[in-house]
Every structure is written in C-alpha cells, then in structure tokens.
C-alpha cells in the first residue's frame, strides 16, 4: 500500500469538504485555492454557478500596495480584506468558508481572519 502524496491528501480532504459545502444566493461560498506562490479567493453561488467577487495577489490593485512577497501570511490578509470590500458593496455579508482541502492554519487562517475583521460573517 503506498503512501498518498500530500496533493492528494489535500484532493481529498477538498473532495469530502465539497460533499457538505454549497452556496446560495443569500450565503454564497468563499472559496480559497492556495498555490506556492500566491493565494486566490472567489464568493461562489453554486446554485446559478455564478463567481460573485474574486482576489488575488494578482490583483493590480494589491500588487501596487504589497511590499512583501505574494506568498506571505500579509499578503493573505490584505486578500482577504479585498474580498470582504467587494463582497460586502454587492451586499453580501454571510458567507459559508470553503477553505479548498488545505488545513486552516497559516495563510488560509490568515485570509479568514481578515475577511471576518473586515465584515464578512461566517
């Protein structure tokens, strides 16, 4: 029996999350895909398949302001800060956290708290 890989371990994880996890029109989903070097966060109504809002470190308006590498937890929390802005000026404020197969800590852990400060609820 071999040993599954962390992706997969992480494939899996994203697949049994996936089973409980759906947004709606009123509680969309936040989802977050974390890669190597940047993080992405999308509000998701899975019911008309709809992506509401959507950062990233990407993002021109964050890549101007950002004075530390994509990849850090303060790059997370300025996502996450983005994403509750522009959720919140198309009037969502509850959200159900899809945190996409990873372990809730570190930069994943980051972007929920400063989404929550910011006023998302969930």
Do not use: W
């Not at 936040?30 to 509401?52: E, G, K, P, W």
């Not at 964050?62 to 000026?89: H, I, M, P, Y």
């Amino acid at each position: 029996m071999s040993i599954p890989s962390r992706k997969q371990q992480t494939q899996k994880r994203h697949r049994r999350l996936r089973r409980e996890l759906s947004g709606t029109s009123q509680r969309p989903r936040l989802s977050v895909f974390r890669s190597n070097n940047h993080i992405y966060a999308q509000v998701i109504d899975d019911r008309s398949q709809n992506t509401l809002c959507a950062a990233s470190t990407l993002d021109k308006e964050l890549r101007a302001n950002l004075k530390v590498n994509s990849s850090s937890c303060d790059a997370s929390l300025a996502v996450g800060e983005l994403v509750a802005k522009r959720a919140l000026t198309k009037g969502i404020q509850q959200v159900v956290f899809d945190r996409g197969g990873n372990l809730y800590h570190g930069r994943v852990k980051a972007l929920a708290d400063a989404a929550r400060e910011a006023g998302l609820q969930f």
